[in-house]
C-alpha cells in the first residue's frame, strides 16, 4: 500500500519559519502533481501550492513570496517551505498526490499537520 507522511509542523512566532515534508513510500512507479492543502478551523479546505513532476509551481495568493513548494523526484518527497509567517497560516496542512503503484493509479492524502502561529 501507498503511503504519505508528513512531518515539520509546530507552533512558531509571527514572522518565523517552517519546513513541510510529505514522503511517499510503497511500491511506486510514478508520482504526478504533488499538492499542499490547509484547512483552518471552522473554514473548508484550501489548495495552498502545486508543483508538477517536471518542476513548475503555483501558489495560492494568500502565500505567494512567503511559501515555497519544491519536490525532490529520488526521494518521492514534496516540501513546503514556509516564511513569515502569519497568525492567520494557522491550520492543518496535508500533501495530496496521484501515485501509479502496484495498487493502479490512485489518489492519497497525508494524515495531516498543525501548523500554529502565535506569539
Known amino acids: 500500500q501507498v503511503q504519505l507522511v508528513e512531518s515539520g509542523g509546530g507552533l512558531v512566532q509571527p514572522g518565523g519559519s517552517l519546513r513541510l515534508s510529505c514522503a511517499a513510500s510503497g511500491r511506486i512507479f510514478s508520482i504526478y502533481n504533488m499538492y499542499w492543502y490547509r484547512q483552518a478551523p471552522g473554514k473548508q479546505r484550501e489548495l495552498v501550492a502545486v508543483i508538477t513532476a517536471g518542476g513548475s509551481t503555483n501558489y495560492a495568493g494568500s502565500v505567494k513570496g512567503r511559501f515555497t513548494i519544491s519536490r525532490d523526484n529520488a526521494k518521492n518527497t514534496v516540501y513546503l517551505q514556509m516564511n513569515s509567517l502569519k497568525p492567520e497560516d494557522t491550520a492543518v496542512y496535508y500533501c495530496?498526490?496521484?501515485?501509479?503503484?502496484?495498487?493502479?493509479?490512485?489518489?492519497?492524502w497525508g494524515q495531516g499537520t498543525q501548523v500554529t502561529v502565535s506569539s
Open positions: 495530496n498526490t496521484a501515485v501509479h503503484s502496484d495498487y493502479g493509479l490512485n489518489d492519497y
